[in-house]
């Protein structure tokens, strides 16, 4: 199976501040990289698809890039709404699917 | 408007079979490329992905439960289900099921969630 590793595990930043998450494949996965964001209590909500597409209705500073198996995963001016934990999620082998082990985002 | 809804118990007993049921509205898993997949969530824990059905009624499991699990799927009820047998405390969890198309512009992504069900393991 192909193994999702994602840092850090945890995060704390200011409000304003550029926000970079990692995920790494353990084997190359192209572009077959999803990003979602979790709220405590809440289900899943997808925000990126495909490394780099921005799903509809997310706000244009959350932004990824990546292929291969280095991907990155950027909100370039955290607001206070951003505190979340976010995964990465590899679809390379559909429809086995893996996701990363997650980061938690809080403010500082 | 898509929306899915997942039912099932809150507690089970430890060797118990646990089954989850997953109603959903807004599309057809009849469809091409559709399909309902799975995902639980243990308490302060990363998701993980358990099983997912196709349109074609092909069915996918988590290499490390697939002797526990079994879904199927009910298309005039709008319906998926998941069985996982012999229950141990380890798998209290939130259980998701989510949609997914294997095909189009989101393929691979879990586009659509349920809100969740807990279900605790416990004698």
């Known amino acids: 199976d192909i193994q999702m590793t994602q840092s850090p595990s945890s995060l704390s930043a200011s409000v304003g501040d550029r926000v970079t998450i990692t995920c790494q494949a353990s084997q190359d996965i192209s572009n077959y990289l999803n990003w979602y964001q979790q709220k405590p209590g809440k289900a899943p909500k997808l925000l990126i698809y495909?490394?780099?597409n921005l799903e509809t209705g997310v706000p244009s500073r959350f932004s990824g890039s990546g292929s291969g198996t280095d991907f990155t995963f950027t909100i370039s001016s955290l607001q206070p709404e951003d505190i979340a934990t976010y995964y990465c999620q590899q679809y390379d082998n559909l429809p086995t699917i893996t996701f990363g082990q997650g980061t938690r985002l809080e403010i500082k | 408007q898509v929306t899915l809804r997942e039912s099932g118990p809150a507690l089970v007993k430890p060797t118990q079979t646990l089954t989850l049921t997953c109603t959903f509205s807004g599309f057809s898993l009849s469809t091409s490329g559709m399909c309902v997949s799975w995902i639980r969530q243990p308490p302060g824990k990363a998701l993980e992905w358990l099983a997912l059905?196709?349109?074609?009624?092909?069915?996918y499991y988590s290499t490390s439960l697939k002797t526990r699990l079994t879904i199927s799927k009910d298309t005039s009820k709008n319906q998926v289900v998941l069985t996982m047998t012999n229950m141990d405390p380890v798998d209290t969890a939130t259980y998701y099921c989510?949609?997914?198309?294997?095909?189009?512009?989101?393929?691979?992504?879990?586009?659509?969630w349920g809100q969740g069900t807990m279900v605790t393991v416990s004698s």
């Open positions: 059905i196709d349109w074609d009624d092909d069915k």
């Open positions: 989510a949609r997914i198309r294997l095909v189009g512009a989101t393929r691979g992504a879990f586009d659509i």
């Open positions: 495909d490394a780099s």
